[in-house]
């Protein structure tokens, strides 16, 4: 059978492809005629994901419902009877990621309907248009002149009566749109008017960034009005916060950031599939388990079950995925998986280049039939194509190139290869042709689209003349293919690796799982109830039970990772401790170390002042009933000094905390000191109820913070305009998080940077996460507060993502080795040994080997062994070697000296 | 004398890491940032790969101007491979001194998210080595 994934946004494309990935049937099932969802209409994204799309509609293993809707359901877990516009298909399980829809009974007072007023999705439109227009200009939509001013308006149609909880995407994608306006029209006047700024981790250094170096101001003020003038202009009315007055500011432009609705499509699914809606209309789903829906066998994923950005949209749907898989068998072949034979090349190169011209990416910037003749006289050359248009056509072109014309290298002009140099090797490789014969040139990007039409021609001839010499002199690189060892190591048994662990092991691999601690748990052993009035104690306990009883997991506790070696899906390390010291083999590994609270020392007397706890400390006295003796708490929730960084729910800690204690004693006074409340998507109601329960929150001065002087605090209130003097009987404060100590070790064992001390996921775009979970290291995930200090719903999402993530690549029965490696001529090598010291991964040693006999004349001397650098299979290509090499012994493969040269000499 | 200072088109070639400025100039290209069409770039996994030679052999070959651009410190994908770079260049800059070409060689850091700063860093590249003047060893290998 197979399963039916239905929505073909991000989430749904990424749900897809895991399992397609992994030997799933998959049904991907999509009411418009094109896949890509929102995500496909977003300024940058087009590019990002079309190689996505590509991916799905090339896949062997995915069955493409477009333009389909689901019109029935019947069976249950394992026997789903799904009928999609008119057919019927059987599956085991259904992932739903149908995504959102985004507010549209947008308030008269916004100036909506005047041209220049626009949402942000369709300013995100207007910002692909001035892409591929000619003068690359945001001008206005009214009269065509270039935007100088521009507003930013958020929480529209959010935080308000009709959708009164919080976007959350909102906040961040505001930003980024600033960001992209300011990077390509400097000159611009951004401004952001807004009510709390609810970015977390590095979104927040985004943040900082715009009101810093890119000098968008960011005003605070609730409702502004916008008054669109006779002449154009776009007056907006808003109170200023601070200074308690109505200001006035006339823009070019201003863009709405409309709020997400769970889409409209959810209420119909609902009650085709029986999955229970929540409050607001989203699939609802559990804290503890944030795929699940209430009818088993049917998972959920993305901005369906809450509003949320791209990156936890993806994470829910790697996970949802795995959670799918798990009432379903794998029966299909992995693509990739055939064994290949490819053709031998020969000596004489017989170079095809491919120039996909693409209406209005690079056809019309380049006198591109100038360029193509150019082509035609390079030396080696056998074939131009500048025929083909879309994407799957040039690789068809390609493929039949090689096959029928017996091209032996390819060069490819148009797209960028860090996002399709992947998919062009894969179509050689299918067609026969070693992968590695490949170039490319980026027309597109860092031509067509950066220099005016004559210069671009001159400009691309000289590119293509470079690619082609250097196609010249690839050579094929042997590929070898080696077993995946299917099993997975997860290191942290906290929340985010029980899950993993336990979700990798549920599918059929066996698991080593790593804790450091005596005992399994990690920060949920010292957390007494869950935001969601679950006790603690007992999700921990099922977890701890689930692993300790599931015989596929082998736990070690008071452990630690040594001595990694190896390369993804043939991983070997150490596990040491104070009762084990083995050696292991796995094919992947989930790095899960967790967070650490910050002990904020000294800070309101914090250490030597019995009155000042810290949050959590806070929650254990409520627990214990303690603060019934209080008459006056005060919360610090910002401002806490020190290394780390901020939980993504320091928020929701403090109004959920002082909400218990009301809750307690109804009588206490509750002043909460803050700069952003960030209780994002749903968790805002809980603000809400704290405000509605007579918590009160006082906004200071970010240069005026609180102070705290014999036993009074002092706060500067900006909506007062004044000081205010509290004398609490208990001062709370928010900590910062700091990253696991071991992130440090395992970064540099591991090759996984480090920001801030925690994981960096592989990032391809630079604004966009589509792979959060996956690192540069291939065959190496990261989830929980290893990557940021996130909620538990979150590091349990991210815990099945990387379970997910890691369990497509135990599917495999082999990998092939990386081509792009370094390689020792051991006849030249002196074995200095400077490269074993340079080496970033410690992947090369130093070996004896025994010497070849020299002989003199008459007389052959052996001369016993002499030492060589070996290179291991740790090896990631950077080069260092190579480029260091005193005896050119050391090269690296694809990127040799000669090849080099080669497009040097001709640059 | 061939051509005159700040009266010539500069030929200049970029070495950069495919993981972040590489990624730089492809934001540059869909933030859609003009820059003077001067520059070649020769990408590489990791600036580490770059060879003091190699910027010898550009300028022997006739380059006006050489770069060499990677991620920022703590950013590299190898983890240490931009410092690597860092440490060649700073060496390779005395022998430069020596031949008098030191001010046709630079080196940054840009990242992926750094379009902007790619396409400016391209522009005002143009401009100091055309304030420079063409490289001598043209003349003497034309």
């Keep these: 059978m197979g399963i039916a994934v239905i929505g073909g946004g991000i989430a749904g494309i990424t749900a897809a492809l895991d399992l397609a990935d992994a030997g799933y049937k998959v049904y991907l099932i999509e009411k418009n005629a094109e896949l890509g969802g929102k995500v496909a209409e977003l300024a940058e994204c087009e590019t990002g994901i079309s190689p996505l799309v590509v991916k799905i509609e090339n896949h062997p293993n995915i069955e493409l419902m477009l333009s389909s809707e689901v019109e029935g359901l019947s069976g249950s877990a394992g026997d789903f009877k799904l009928n999609v516009s008119g057919k019927e298909i059987g599956v085991e399980s259904v992932v739903l990621t149908p995504g959102y829809d985004v507010y549209d009974e947008i308030a008269k007072g916004y100036g909506y309907g005047s041209p220049d007023v626009v949402t942000s999705l369709d300013f995100e439109g207007m910002l692909r248009t001035a892409t591929v227009s000619d003068t690359r200009e945001l001008v206005r939509p009214s009269d065509g002149k270039p935007v100088k001013k521009i507003g930013f308006i958020k929480c529209v149609g959010s935080r308000c009566k009709e959708n009164e909880i919080c976007s959350t995407a909102c906040c961040y994608y505001t930003a980024k749109e600033a960001w992209e306006v300011k990077e390509r029209y400097p000159d611009t006047d951004v401004y952001i008017f807004y009510m709390d700024i609810r970015t977390f981790g590095k979104d927040e250094e985004l943040v900082a960034d715009l009101k810093g170096k890119y000098g968008v101001k960011y005003i605070r003020s609730r409702v502004p009005e916008v008054i669109p003038e006779e002449d154009g202009t776009l007056t907006v009315k808003y109170e200023d916060l601070e200074k308690g007055t109505v200001e006035r500011l006339d823009l070019d432009m201003v863009v709405l950031a409309v709020g997400l609705l769970p889409s409209k499509t959810i209420e119909k699914l609902a009650e085709i599939t029986g999955v229970k809606t929540d409050a607001y209309g989203y699939i609802e789903t559990n804290l503890t388990s944030p795929m699940e829906t209430s009818v088993r066998g049917i998972l959920a994923g993305g901005a369906a079950t809450a509003p949320m950005k791209v990156r936890e949209s993806v994470t829910q749907a790697n996970g949802a995925a795995l959670k799918a898989a798990m009432f379903s068998e794998r029966t299909e072949m992995i693509p990739g998986q055939e064994e290949r034979k490819y053709i031998d090349v020969g000596e004489e190169p017989k170079i095809g280049v491919f120039i996909s011209g693409r209406e209005g990416e690079i056809a019309g910037s380049m006198d591109l039939s100038a360029v193509t003749e150019h082509v035609n006289q390079l030396r080696g050359v056998a074939v131009v194509n500048s025929e083909t248009n879309t994407l799957k056509e040039t690789m068809e072109a390609v493929e039949s190139g090689i096959v029928d014309q017996g091209l032996n290298r390819i060069v490819i002009a148009g797209y960028t290869p860090r996002a399709y140099e992947d998919l062009f090797r894969d179509a050689c490789a299918k067609a026969g042709l070693n992968p590695y014969l490949l170039e490319m040139v980026n027309l597109r990007e860092q031509c067509a689209w950066v220099h005016g039409a004559e210069e671009a021609t001159a400009a691309a001839m000289s590119q293509m003349t470079m690619a082609v010499e250097r196609a010249r002199y690839l050579e094929p690189i042997p590929i070898e293919s080696y077993p995946v060892t299917p099993k997975a190591l997860v290191v942290g048994g906290g929340v985010a690796g029980m899950i993993a662990a336990l979700d990798i092991a549920d599918v059929g691999y066996d698991v080593y799982l790593a804790e450091k601690e005596s005992e399994l748990g990690g920060k949920l052993r010292e957390i007494t109830e869950l935001r969601s009035g679950e006790k603690a104690s007992g999700v921990l306990k099922d977890l701890v039970d689930k692993v300790a009883s599931n015989e596929k997991i082998k736990v070690y506790t008071g452990a630690a990772v040594e001595d990694v070696r190896g390369r993804a899906g043939a991983f070997r390390a150490k596990v040491t401790g104070s009762d084990v010291d083995e050696e292991i083999d796995f094919g992947a590994a989930v790095l899960a170390t967790g967070a650490i609270e910050a002990v904020p020392e000294g800070y309101f007397g914090y250490g030597q002042d019995k009155n000042v706890a810290t949050q959590s400390e806070f929650a254990k006295m409520l627990e214990e009933g303690t603060v019934v003796d209080a008459n006056t708490i005060v919360m610090v929730q910002d401002g806490t000094p020190g290394d780390g960084v901020n939980s993504k729910y320091k928020s929701i800690e403090v109004v959920s905390n002082a909400l218990r204690a009301k809750k307690l004693k109804p009588d206490l006074n509750i002043f909460v000191l803050y700069q952003d409340i960030k209780t994002y998507g749903k968790w805002e109601v809980l603000y809400k109820e704290a405000r509605e329960n007579g918590v009160t929150f006082l906004r200071y001065d970010e240069e005026r913070p609180p102070e705290l002087k014999e036993g009074i605090v002092s706060v500067y209130d900006v909506i007062f305009n004044d000081e205010i003097q509290m004398k609490p009987d208990l001062v709370v404060l928010s900590t910062r998080m700091l990253p696991a100590e071991e992130n440090e070790k395992l970064s540099k064992m591991f090759m996984i940077p480090l920001k801030n001390g925690f994981f960096l996921e592989a990032q391809e775009r630079p604004k966009l996460v589509f792979t959060p979970v996956d690192t540069v290291n291939e065959g190496v995930f990261i989830c929980g507060s290893a990557v940021y200090p996130a909620m538990i719903d979150e590091s349990i999402a991210m815990g099945s993502a990387a379970a997910s993530r890691a369990c497509v690549l135990l599917a495999k029965n082999f990998l092939e080795t990386p081509g792009i490696v370094s390689v020792v001529d051991e006849d030249i090598c002196a074995g200095c040994g400077v490269c074993v010291e340079l080496c970033p991964v410690e992947a090369i040693e130093l070996v004896d080997v025994p010497v070849a006999a020299v002989t003199y004349s008459v007389m052959t001397v052996t001369s016993g062994t002499k030492k060589v650098a070996r290179v291991g299979e740790g090896c990631m290509g950077c080069g260092s070697c190579a480029s260091y090499c005193p005896s050119d012994a050391m090269s690296l493969k694809n990127f040799k000296d000669k090849q080099l040269y080669a497009q040097l000499d001709f640059a | ?142």
């Design chain 2, 1 to 142: 004398m061939g051509e005159e200072k700040g009266d010539f088109e500069p030929k200049i070639v970029g070495f950069t890491c495919n993981w972040c400025t590489y990624a730089g100039a492809d934001l540059a290209g869909t933030s859609r940032k003009k820059y003077p069409p001067n520059v070649r770039l020769i990408r590489m996994m990791c600036t580490a790969r770059f060879d003091p030679m190699f910027a010898l052999k550009a300028l022997l070959n006739g380059a006006d101007g050489v770069f060499i651009s990677g991620c920022h410190p703590g950013e590299c994908h190898y983890i240490k491979g931009n410092f690597y770079a860092r440490r060649r260049i700073a060496a390779m800059r005395t022998i430069l001194k020596q031949l008098g070409l030191d001010n046709r060689v630079k080196s940054y850091w840009i990242s992926a998210s750094e379009g902007d700063k790619f396409a400016t860093t391209m522009k005002n590249i143009t401009e100091e080595i055309k304030a420079v003047g063409p490289n001598p060893v043209r003349d003497e290998i034309l």
